[in-house]
Structure formats: structure tokens, C-alpha cells
């Protein structure tokens, strides 16, 4: 899958939902150098909050998460946060990692969406 349909297939399904808002959206992408992005800020029909964004690049035909960040909350508690920033070299799966609802910074694989299955 090239990285302008991985996009598209996102955006179609969060277009799709009718059981959340979509405050915020982009995606750019540019087939020439085969990198991109996208991003968003959505709220469900409980008030939860999910923000995302993904920095794509295409790589010996596989879609690369260059960069990631999923925060999701309810009011002001988070819920979960994965990103690979670079701020936690001690955890096993550096840079991927979760923070938790108690504020804890543990190890996890980069989360897979259901579009990639």
C-alpha cells in the first residue's frame, strides 16, 4: 500500500464515523518523495478526546511511522498516550513507548491500525 492510500483509507474512515466529531484534520502527501502526514483532533459521543498524528515515509515498499503520537482523554485525565519521541532511552522498546492514566512511562510496540490488517 503506497502511503497516498494509507491516507486516504484513514480519512475515509474517520469521514465515515458518525459517533464522532472531527474538530481538526490534515493530510498532506506528496508521491514525489513518498512522505507524509497526517493528523487529527477527535472528539466522541462520550467527550473523550483523541488526538493523532503520523509522519509517513515509504520505504523498500513499506509505510514507515517516521514519527507518531496517539493521546487519548476523557475531561482532563489522559486515558493513554504512544509516541516515539526520544525522551525515554531506558525503555526496552526505546523509542516506542505508553503513558499511562497514572503517569507511568512503560514499554510497547508501535500501535497498528485497523486499516493495516
Known amino acids: 500500500m503506497r502511503i497516498e492510500h494509507y491516507v486516504d483509507r484513514i480519512l475515509s474512515i474517520l469521514y465515515s464515523r458518525r ?3 472531527i474538530e481538526e484534520i490534515e493530510a498532506n502527501v506528496n508521491a514525489e518523495t513518498e512522505y507524509g502526514f497526517i493528523s487529527a483532533r477527535l472528539v466522541y459521543w462520550d ?3 483523541l488526538e493523532f ?3 509517513l515515509s515509504f520505504e523498500k515498499a513499506i509505510i514507515v511511522k517516521k514519527r507518531y503520537n496517539y493521546h487519548y482523554q476523557q475531561g482532563n485525565e489522559i486515558i ?4 516515539n519521541a526520544l525522551h525515554h532511552p531506558g ?5 516506542r513507548h505508553k503513558h499511562t492514566a497514572t ?3 512503560i514499554h510497547a510496540a508501535e500501535p497498528v ?3 493495516r490488517r
Open 19 to 21: 459517533d464522532i466529531e
Open 47 to 49: 467527550g473523550s478526546l
Open 53 to 55: 498524528d503520523e509522519t
Open 80 to 83: 493513554f498516550r504512544y509516541d
Open 91 to 95: 525503555i526496552s522498546t526505546f523509542p
Open 103 to 105: 503517569g507511568e512511562v
Open 113 to 115: 491500525s485497523r486499516s
